[in-house]
């Protein structure tokens, strides 16, 4: 197995509230990976502030510059960057209609978190990456959404392939300073899909529909995948494994415990 091969698959098994502590562990001791890994890993999304416009935004690679990022509010880097990378003036545009239409969805689906969009020129379309992050005031829980596509034009006048790669990082963990908890929770989860449609698109509204439906289909997936395999699966095991009631309560486990302790005999 390649190196790279092989640290990817030590990543996948690890926790993934651990991931940018477990990269860097990894790096250290092979910093020739540092191009692949940091390529190729998804990592929880950090937020920063406008200073500007005094609006909150997320920090990744989609908007970085050397050691600047990007405000998606006011195109412009901090700490300033005269020659950082922008895009051309209609994908700007685009860009500014995407972000005020996430915050839209992000009120309706999250009640509140952290969204960005970034959008970068290509030869000849665009493509971008849509983030979205809503973490619990203790910092124990959170949901980090990274979704990256690109849009390549047809040979039919105003339709577009949209190729769209998703990514979600889920941690949940009990509040140990919480009177209510009893025992400690931590339920990890990383989930990566990818999908393409052919849609229409004569005016820039339709872009942005066409984005928006995208993306919104593929976080009900997957968020219904996660609901299937990580929660009920996780209720069912501790269903099974702990009951609040006694067992002198429970007649049936009263009549279980006899029947092992004879058979033990």
Known sequence: MLPEDAALDLLRRLNPKDISKNLDAILAVAPDLADVLLSSVDQPLQVSSCSES????????FNRDGDSYRSPWTNKYDPPLEDGLVSSDRVRKL????????????DLYYEGGVSSVYLWDQDDSYA?????????????CGWDSIHVFEC?????????????TS???LYLGSDQHSSLVSG???????????????????EQDGEVGN???????????????????????TRDIINQTRSMQPISENPDKMALRSVLKNLSN
């Open 54 to 61: 005094g609006n909150q935004y997320l920090l990744c690679d």
């Open 95 to 106: 860009e500014s209609d995407l972000n005020e239409a996430m915050r839209v969805y992000l």
């Open 128 to 140: 971008g990456a849509v983030l979205i992050k809503k973490a619990s005031s203790s910092g124990s």
């Open 152 to 164: 390549l034009p047809t040979s039919e006048t105003d339709v577009f392939d949209y190729r769209l």
């Open 167 to 169: 990514t979600i990082i």
């Open 184 to 202: 400690a929770l931590n339920l990890s989860g990383h989930l990566t899909r990818q999908t393409s449609q052919r849609m229409p698109a004569s």
């Open 211 to 233: 984005i928006g439906r995208l993306v919104e289909e593929m976080e009900t997936r997957m968020r219904n995948f996660l609901q299937e395999v990580y929660f009920d699966k």
